[in-house]
């Protein structure tokens, strides 16, 4: 590996920078830190607006992906499945720790066996 980018590098905490060269570096460091905060809340608070939005029929977008999820999980799409079960907090564990042993299980032979459940429904 070649180390060229490493002496483009400016110094933080070295004795080369002048108190106010720290310091105004670590104010434009915590600026951008609360700038990507306030952008990542945006983001999550339109989300959370949008799927909360009704359409014409007066369901929810929650509502609608909901459905959406069941219906593909109805048709066989195993991930689908499995985000609803992971949702509803019903999420296989991979072992079960018996007195005497462990015991691994197959998530295939269960969600197989789920599956053909959802299609008698």
Avoid: H, W
Avoid at 99 to 112: C, F, L, Q, V, W
């Amino acid at each position: 590996m070649s180390n060229k980018g490493v002496k483009n590098l400016k110094p933080i905490y070295s004795g080369q920078l002048s108190q106010e060269e720290l310091k105004k570096r670590q104010s434009n460091g915590g600026k951008k830190s609360a700038e990507v905060r306030r952008k990542k809340k945006l983001l999550k608070d339109e989300l959370l607006t949008l799927l909360e939005a009704k359409d014409n029929s007066g369901a929810t977008m929650r509502e609608r992906i909901c459905f959406s999820l069941m219906l593909q999980a109805k048709e066989g799409n195993v991930k689908a499945f499995e985000v609803i079960r992971n949702t509803i907090g019903e999420a296989i564990p991979e072992k079960i720790e018996t007195i005497n042993s462990n015991i691994d299980i197959t998530d295939k032979a269960i969600i197989d066996e789920v599956y053909r459940k959802i299609k008698e429904l």
